[in-house]
């Protein structure tokens, strides 16, 4: 097993044994009490001030957990606010004479430290409301912190499952669309459709093992698009112009899979489609080094005619844009034209 990976389980399995309660907690009065025991003189032997140490954390240790469990569980969370206050205020006015008395009998062979507890209740009381404020306050924090990462991951669950449910709407739609194509070529029996076949595998090796990653190679999408301008090429004729210039240097920018072809659908759908003459597609995709831009502009009909055979659904835009708000929030910039006889869409992208 490399080194690299072993230091990782390694890591790994660290990181679950932290995370258990028992353990961070046992952690955390470990260190307190050790800190505890640094303050002590040791002038009385290390039995005596080792045992000073352990009743404050273990005193300490009563109420921090009482206010955690029970006060803050109990008033605070439940919008009790005054009555957790008052609560706790008398809380520590209990604990604070009850643990006092208590080192008042351990101090018994030592009248000035019986003299100094008792003159100095006042500054026990503020160091122990203090340290119990002080909990509640690490209490919200973490309360507040947990509640943004569970958040956060719900949000980010619900996303996943949204984008897995809108690209599983774009691709069985190409799908559709491209074997129409590929049916119309062999009805007229067209030595073209070995070819589009290999273009098909291609597109399909690339939805089916490459387009369930977040991010990739821009390169591979606009191969992608090249394939699919081809393959409508192929089915549309000679009687049809179709155009695709890339400006700029396609390197090692990413983007999210099948961002632009409901685009191109939509252009060949509602424009070459629907005219009996020549018509044109027009894509111009400017990259830069962390943005690029794509430019469709089709001809339209003067009129659309009816199908014969209506069908219900169809990406559209509404799906593309609710892509791009959850991939690329307020990254992108999208605009349409739309002119009596074209039809253009113009998206600028910012990539990661």
Known sequence: MPTSKRENIIREKIIDFV????VY????WIVGFIILLSFENFEKG???????ALLKTAILGGMIYYNYYYLITNYLTKDRFFTYCALLLLSVIIITPLSNILFFFKYSKYPAWQNALAANQNVFFLINITIVGASTVVKIILDWVKHQRERTELQTQTMQSELRFLKSQINPHFLFNTLNNLYALTLKKSDKAPEIVIKLSEMMRYM???????RV?????VNYIQNYLDLEALRQGKEVEIN???YGEVGNQTIAPLMFIPFLENSFKHGLNHHINQGYVDIRLDV????VRLRIENSKPDSVPLPEHPRSGGIGLVNVRRRLNILYPEQYE????????SYAVDLKLNLD
């Open 46 to 52: 290390f039995f005596f001030h080792f045992t000073n």
């Open 19 to 22: 995370s258990q309660r028992v």
């Open 244 to 246: 695709f210039d890339v």
């Open 208 to 214: 089916l093992y490459e387009c369930n990653e977040k």
């Open 217 to 221: 190679p821009l390169s591979k999408e």
């Open 334 to 341: 999208l605009k349409v034209e739309n002119e009596p006889n």
């Open 288 to 291: 830069e080094t962390a943005a």
């Open 25 to 28: 907690h046992s952690i955390f």
